[in-house]
């Protein structure tokens, strides 16, 4: 089924539920989403989305899928916006953001599909797969892909290492012992995977000594036709890391002022810079726990893991407490003059998952929420009636 199918089938679910005047609400699950003495509104859900993030963001989008099912879905505001000309409006279902550190959790399932294939455990070390070229520091040889996806490698690069450079590079460093096993976000433990990755399916040669230049540019094309061949293509999902759209990036303490519109980034794949629909990262997500299309049963069982997750959080915040366990990993993406995006996606105990992509920073913080995380949090949190 192309996507474009994928957006009818959307398009009628809206019609039907829309002339269904007479029939059960659709989008009402309080029956069978019932938790004690209190139950969960899917309705009521979006629309509190709807109320915070309007008041929030300049342009925002948000999807909900259920029982493998993209149940409700929102937007509000535009894209491009007029004092930046062929101003147009955000939709769910289409329009691509930069959906930031989300991307990390799509690079984690790429990890867990390769070493699935190879059949090599999470435990494995990632010196064995490292071009034969590069020069591996002191402690390199501790490092598991476990330790990249969970943030605990023990890197502590001196600026952002993202580029395939700053990569080698890091690796040259090593690490201390002491920093070993240590949670430290990194956006080089993901962006090495984006390396990593090629080399385990087999498309890079890792024997083969080449430029920087040329392996940096090598391996871009070939971890994103991974992702596009074993993730995007069998959920009917389209998604690029150059802004294809004319997506722009806005400031929400300056609505008149001029966005920011991002080209080339892929050089930072791996660890961020995938524009894609709210729909979309909703879809991905909710396939990867709830369904066998990306992952089989014990990977899903590693990712989402409550006491150790890989390329996503769990637990560790208040809201939602009475609810039990969730999922997330949210994303932020700044261009300077206060312009940028959020994104976030979050998987409920209830098995609900739902997407949030903005195109506007610093209205979230500012109006009274310490994160987009908290937003989502509260949003589902008041769903719940007696």
């Given at each position: 089924?192309?996507?474009?199918?994928?957006?009818?089938?959307?398009?009628?679910?809206?019609?039907?539920?829309?002339?269904?005047?007479?029939?059960?609400?659709?989008?009402?699950?309080?029956?069978?989403?019932?938790?004690?003495?209190?139950?969960?509104?899917?309705?009521?859900?979006?629309?509190?989305?709807?109320?915070?993030?309007?008041?929030?963001?300049?342009?925002?989008?948000?999807?909900?899928?259920?029982?493998?099912?993209?149940?409700?879905?929102?937007?509000?505001?535009?894209?491009?916006?007029?004092?930046?000309?062929?101003?147009?409006?955000?939709?769910?279902?289409?329009?691509?953001?930069?959906?930031?550190?989300?991307?990390?959790?799509?690079?984690?399932?790429?990890?867990?599909?390769?070493?699935?294939?190879?059949?090599?455990?999470?435990?494995?070390?990632?010196?064995?797969?490292?071009?034969?070229?590069?020069?591996?520091?002191?402690?390199?040889?501790?490092?598991?892909?476990?330790?990249?996806?969970?943030?605990?490698?023990?890197?502590?690069?001196?600026?952002?290492?993202?580029?395939?450079?700053?990569?080698?590079?890091?690796?040259?460093?090593?690490?201390?012992?002491?920093?070993?096993?240590?949670?430290?976000?990194?956006?080089?433990?993901?962006?090495?995977?984006?390396?990593?990755?090629?080399?385990?399916?087999?498309?890079?040669?890792?024997?083969?000594?080449?430029?920087?230049?040329?392996?940096?540019?090598?391996?871009?094309?070939?971890?994103?036709?991974?992702?596009?061949?074993?993730?995007?293509?069998?959920?009917?999902?389209?998604?690029?890391?150059?802004?294809?759209?004319?997506?722009?990036?806005?400031?929400?303490?300056?609505?008149?002022?001029?966005?920011?519109?991002?080209?080339?980034?892929?050089?930072?794949?791996?660890?961020?810079?995938?524009?894609?629909?709210?729909?979309?990262?909703?879809?991905?997500?909710?396939?990867?726990?709830?369904?066998?299309?990306?992952?089989?049963?014990?990977?899903?069982?590693?990712?989402?893991?409550?006491?150790?997750?890989?390329?996503?959080?769990?637990?560790?915040?208040?809201?939602?407490?009475?609810?039990?366990?969730?999922?997330?990993?949210?994303?932020?993406?700044?261009?300077?003059?206060?312009?940028?995006?959020?994104?976030?996606?979050?998987?409920?105990?209830n098995d609900v998952v739902v997407a949030v992509s903005t195109n506007s920073a610093g209205g979230i913080t500012s109006n009274g929420y310490m994160?987009?995380?908290?937003?989502?949090?509260?949003?589902?949190?008041?769903?719940?009636?007696?």
């Amino acid at each position: 089924m192309g996507k474009s199918m994928y957006y009818l089938n959307s398009i009628l679910l809206a019609s039907f539920i829309l002339f269904c005047s007479g029939c059960k609400d659709l989008l009402d699950f309080k029956e069978e989403l019932c938790d004690g003495s209190q139950c969960f509104n899917i309705t009521t859900f979006g629309g509190n989305l709807e109320s915070r993030l309007g008041s929030t963001t300049l342009g925002y989008s948000y999807a909900i899928y259920y029982d493998g099912t993209l149940q409700k879905w929102g937007q509000n505001g535009q894209a491009r916006r007029s004092q930046d000309g062929n101003a147009f409006d955000v939709n769910a279902i289409n329009t691509d953001m930069n959906v930031g550190s989300c991307a990390k959790s799509i690079t984690s399932i790429a990890t867990l599909q390769v070493l699935k294939k190879n059949n090599l455990p999470v435990t494995t070390l990632i010196v064995d797969y490292l071009p034969t070229w590069w020069i591996a520091g002191s402690n390199v040889n501790m490092i598991t892909f476990e330790d990249l996806l969970r943030h605990t490698s023990g890197f502590r690069p001196s600026s952002d290492a993202v580029t395939y450079t700053q990569i080698k590079d890091g690796i040259a460093s090593g690490i201390s012992t002491n920093n070993y096993g240590q949670g430290n976000y990194q956006n080089m433990n993901f962006c090495l995977l984006r390396i990593l990755i090629p080399i385990l399916d087999g498309t890079f040669d890792r024997t083969n000594e080449i430029t920087d230049q040329i392996a940096d540019n090598q391996t871009i094309e070939q971890f994103w036709n991974y992702l596009d061949t074993e993730i995007f293509n069998p959920l009917n999902i389209e998604a690029s890391c150059n802004n294809e759209h004319d997506i722009m990036y806005y400031s929400f303490s300056n609505p008149n002022g001029n966005g920011f519109e991002p080209d080339y980034e892929c050089e930072r794949l791996g660890g961020g810079t995938i524009s894609m629909s709210a729909s979309d990262l909703c879809r991905i997500m909710y396939f990867a726990q709830f369904e066998s299309d990306l992952l089989s049963s014990d990977m899903q069982s590693l990712m989402f893991s409550t006491n150790r997750p890989l390329g996503c959080y769990s637990n560790n915040v208040n809201a939602s407490e009475n609810w039990g366990g969730q999922f997330h990993h949210n994303g932020g993406v700044g261009f300077g003059q206060n312009r940028g995006a959020e994104a976030c996606w979050y998987s409920f105990h209830n098995d609900v998952v739902v997407a949030v992509s903005t195109n506007s920073a610093g209205g979230i913080t500012s109006n009274g929420y310490m994160d987009i995380n908290d937003l989502i949090e509260q949003a589902f949190d008041d769903a719940w009636t007696p």
